[in-house]
């Protein structure tokens, strides 16, 4: 396993009235994150908030090129980012214990924070159709080039942490600061993720280590 100091290149925030940030995507230009009683657009460019939905949004987020979804205690909405419609709710499978929210492989990846799980739903239905169980609570997820990465956070200690989506195995760790918390987790697509810091009220932009990268193990 590769272990290395995460690279955070960049805080945004806190933001006037968010006092916590929970889940977050991005939908290649902005980024959204969910700060309990509304979506938040944020321009990473310049890091101002560019709009905001009136939605409940309590954990993760995750968009699929067209629609937003976003986890509201025991039920996943989706809403239609352009009018902040809810067009449909599913049940979420953690029963209101889930945490991180990523869309991939035409399905929807749930973390279940106490579980330890990564449950794979169908986005009709809400149907699991397989699970990835971690060693740590899982906070926010996300894939990025067939790479499955989730949050964690136990006590006073986070990372970022890449699995094998087969058997749940550690393949790669990046350790945050102490008391640098990781609530949503979203890659660019590109070469950094970005990170909800929850209490904090921040959004933190860490590098994403190049394939082959080398660590200490």
Request: glycine share 14%; proline share 6%.
């Amino acid at each position: 396993m590769k272990r290395a100091a995460a690279e955070i290149i960049r805080e945004y925030g806190p933001f006037p009235g968010v006092d916590h940030v929970h889940g977050l995507t991005f939908d290649g230009q902005h980024v959204w994150f969910a700060s309990g009683d509304k979506l938040n657009a944020l321009d990473p460019a310049n890091g101002k908030m560019v709009r905001a939905i009136d939605v409940p949004a309590h954990a993760g987020t995750a968009f699929d090129g067209e629609y937003l979804f976003q986890i509201a205690e025991k039920r996943i909405q989706k809403i239609d980012p352009k009018n902040g419609r809810v067009l449909a709710t599913i049940p979420a499978p953690g029963g209101g214990g889930d945490s991180g929210l990523a869309w991939a492989e035409g399905a929807l990846w749930v973390g279940v924070y106490r579980d330890r799980k990564i449950h794979q739903i169908d986005p009709q239905t809400g149907d699991i159709l397989r699970t990835i169980e971690t060693t740590r609570f899982v906070t926010g997820v996300t894939w990025v080039d067939g790479e499955l990465w989730h949050g964690t956070s136990e006590g006073d200690e986070s990372d970022l942490r890449r699995i094998d989506p087969r058997t749940g195995e550690v393949l790669a760790r990046l350790e945050m600061p102490p008391g640098t918390r990781v609530s949503g987790l979203e890659s660019d697509g590109r070469d950094q993720f970005f990170c909800g810091g929850g209490k904090s009220g921040k959004v933190r932009a860490v590098r994403r280590p190049k394939r082959g990268a080398a660590g200490r193990s």
